[in-house]
């Protein structure tokens, strides 16, 4: 492992937990010696994030598109910073820069983001690892509709466990280390297979 997505809310919150969660998550990746990519903001939980990996000492990447930068005003204390088209090519560049992703609270940019990277690990378009960061209970609804979606039979008990779950950034960090997705699974598998 060398460098982590963060996927997470250009607004603060509601609660002082949840940039608490930020900054610490982002404190924890610079001390492993790893690399921060996340979204180029300097403000909410983005910026919070950032900023507490570069007081650490720690590498940030940021990438933002060119109709982001007024609106999220990119930082530019950054170790790099890639100005990109489109948000599709910010989440292309994030996964290829990425050897796994943590999701913090956040809202539509955020759950897009987290999905997208668990569904090409579904599909196999990489094998990365894709943790949750639930900080003051904000993502058990979210948890709870994708147990509901297994017991439904819309979503395999295998492919929900690639998203791997703590309330501690360091123990969600040494879940996404011992956790690595396994190779994809031929579709014939995926749909006779039992759990």
Known sequence: MNSVGVFCGSNEGARPEYRQAATALGAAIARRGWKLVYGGANVGLMGAVADAALAEGGRV???IPHSMVAKEIAHQGLTELHTVNTLYERKAMMAELSDAFVSLPGG???LDEMFEMLTWSQIGTHLKPSG?????HYFD???ALLDHAVAERFLHAR???MLLTNDDPDR???LLTANPVQPYDKWI???TAKD
């Open 61 to 63: 990447t940021g990438i």
């Open 141 to 143: 609804p979210l948890i």
């Open 189 to 191: 598998d995926r749909h």
């Open 108 to 110: 539509y940019g955020t």
């Open 132 to 136: 949750l960061l639930n900080i003051a």
């Open 172 to 174: 969600l960090l040494d």
């Open 159 to 161: 492919h929900r466990g």
